[in-house]
Nanobody
Framework: VQLQACGGGLVQARESLRLSCAASGRIYSSAVIAWFRQAPGKEREFVALTRWSRDSTLYADSAKGRFTISRDRAENTVNLQMNSLKVEDTAVYYC???????????????WGQGTLVTVSS
């Protein structure tokens, strides 16, 4: 499985952005798709995840109430709708596939290339 993340860009604070993660190849029903982000000089951190086979999600505290993760099984994509963006949301956003319902980077073995989100004040 290859993952391709897109949708990043430059926005102002309080605006919205929608990221998409397109998967090539079959995604097994047991898979978990997650979004992580990495700001300059910081560790990669968890943002949100969803099970592929059912509507079960998990969010980082920083994302709760502002971000929504959704999956489109027909299109083989997982989207991240980001509203009320803040300057501190600036980072490269990565999608990843794993098999554990986990927020740990080490539990994901397939990664997309990342898409840059820049939020200006």
């Amino acid at each position: 499985v290859q993952l391709q993340a897109c949708g990043g860009g430059l926005v102002q604070a309080r605006e919205s952005l929608r990221l998409s993660c397109a998967a090539s190849g079959r995604i097994y029903s047991s898979a978990v798709i997650a979004w992580f982000r990495q700001a300059p000089g910081k560790e990669r951190e968890f943002v949100a995840l969803t099970r592929w086979s059912r509507d079960s999600t998990l969010y980082a505290d920083s994302a709760k109430g502002r971000f929504t993760i959704s999956r489109d099984r027909a299109e083989n994509t997982v989207n991240l709708q980001m509203n009320s963006l803040k300057v501190e949301d600036t980072a490269v956003y990565y999608c990843a596939r794993g098999s554990q319902f986990s927020s740990q980077v080490s539990d994901y073995n397939y990664w997309g290339q990342g898409t840059l989100v820049t939020v200006s004040s």
